[in-house]
């Protein structure tokens, strides 16, 4: 079995809604979108989501890297089984392009040709190999002592920064109807009361919903102590990303004067991240995403690292993505054990194209079905790609 075609998108998705935070107010996204034939017609597909002020990937950088990557590393291989292709898939290597310097050091240059790459290739081989995706991944799993198996999963909500107090409350009374056990918050937004913003939703959430906070970046590592206490009566479980990447290391002396943890977000992209935060002792959890951590074998092994170095971990996603990203969190959530929340599958509520015919949106409560079915386990409105698409390669 080889691959006989790889195509890439460049696909425009908009939200329905802006989402606002600390650190950008988003209306849409330029979203890769990747197609992978077989030599028996197996087709399966592949999306990342590049952020610049995430992984220093902006998206005519990753365009140029996808015309510069050397494809046959993938495309000139025959190989009888998954295991082989996980092998490869794990020593390819996008083109080497001019980036930034800080995220060339970081490991995060490539991630997005990765994980659409490496996404679109696993899900064409486990359709030609008769698999689910889940059982791929729950064996790759298991001898990081990882696995598991479970036939649903239930994501947390959001609350993103409402300018008003109406607004806060809406967001709120939602969270509360939808019967969420657990919702991010975000906080640290200009013009924003962070004290007003979570006492009305503790008024209307009340003391049994779990609540976790997200800066984005927004606080000055000087100030991290006193925001952070001033939030502490509210019951919070941990502030994720409190300051910008180029301030990490300033984290491990906060920790020692704070008791609410700290979780890396934007920090914690690569291999070289997590093992910088782990040496440092800058964080106690990270968020792992699979479009900015490279793809899901990078996300395997960075909650291998985590596990062994007493980190804990929740499965983030990107804004906006479509049901091919949906579906892949979906499936990892259902073969890893351990983690400590969910985030993603927005789809009908936050994006108009979510380019597969089945809505993986989760139910009320969070809750969501393991996905069945060959691969991802999902049909891709291919006819919606072609229409939509504003840049292409073929046969790359």
């Keep these: 079995m080889k691959i006989s075609t790889l195509q890439a998108f460049e696909f425009p998705v908009q939200l329905r809604k802006p989402v606002r935070h600390a650190s950008f ?7 890769l979108i990747m197609r992978c034939e077989l030599s028996d017609g197996s087709v399966g597909w592949g999306e990342a989501i590049p952020r610049d002020y995430v992984t220093g990937e902006s998206f005519d950088l990753v365009w140029k890297q996808l015309a510069s990557t050397d494809w046959s590393q993938l495309a000139d291989r025959r190989l009888s089984d998954p295991e082989r292709w996980v092998s490869v898939l794990r020593d390819f290597r996008p083109g080497d392009i001019e980036a930034p310097p800080d995220a060339q050091e970081r490991g995060c240059i490539g991630h ?3 994980c659409a790459a490496e996404t679109a290739v696993l899900d064409a081989v486990c359709r030609s190999f008769r698999m689910n995706l889940s059982d791929l991944l729950r064996d790759l799993a298991e001898p990081l002592q990882l696995a598991t198996s479970l036939p649903d999963v239930r994501y947390s909500g959001v609350v993103t920064s409402g300018t008003s107090a109406l607004q806060q409350y809406r967001s709120a009374v939602k969270m509360k109807v939808f019967g969420f056990e657990s919702v991010k918050v975000k906080v640290g937004t200009e013009g924003i009361d962070d004290e007003k913003l979570l006492t009305r939703l503790r008024r209307v959430l009340g003391q ?11 606080w000055h590592p000087d100030e991290v102590a006193e925001r952070a206490a001033a939030l502490m009566r509210f019951d919070c479980e941990s502030i994720e ?31 070289t991240d997590a093992e910088r935060a782990i040496h440092s002792g800058s964080c106690d959890q990270f968020s792992i995403r699979i479009s900015k951590c490279g793809g899901l074998l990078n996300c395997l092994e960075l909650l291998a690292l985590a596990n062994r170095n007493g980190i804990g971990c929740q499965l983030g996603c990107m804004v906006g993505e479509t049901g091919i990203l949906s579906a892949a969190g979906r499936h990892l959530a259902c073969s890893v054990a351990g983690l400590l929340n969910l985030e993603g599958s927005y789809d009908r509520f936050l994006v108009r194209d979510r380019l597969t015919e089945e809505d993986l949106t989760f139910s009320r409560g969070g809750f969501a079905p393991r996905i069945v079915g060959l691969g991802l386990g999902v049909h891709v409105r291919e006819s919606a790609i072609l229409k939509g698409a504003v840049r292409r390669l073929r046969n790359i």
């Design 112 to 114: 997005a040709v990765r």
């Design 208 to 218: 049994r919903v779990r609540l976790r906070l997200d800066a984005n970046e927004a």
């Design 241 to 271: 990303q409190p300051v910008a990447h180029r301030y990490v290391d300033r984290l491990a002396e906060i920790r020692r004067v704070i008791s609410l943890p700290i979780m890396l977000d934007e920090s914690v992209c690569s291999v």
């Design 25 to 31: 107010h988003r209306y849409g996204n330029q979203t």
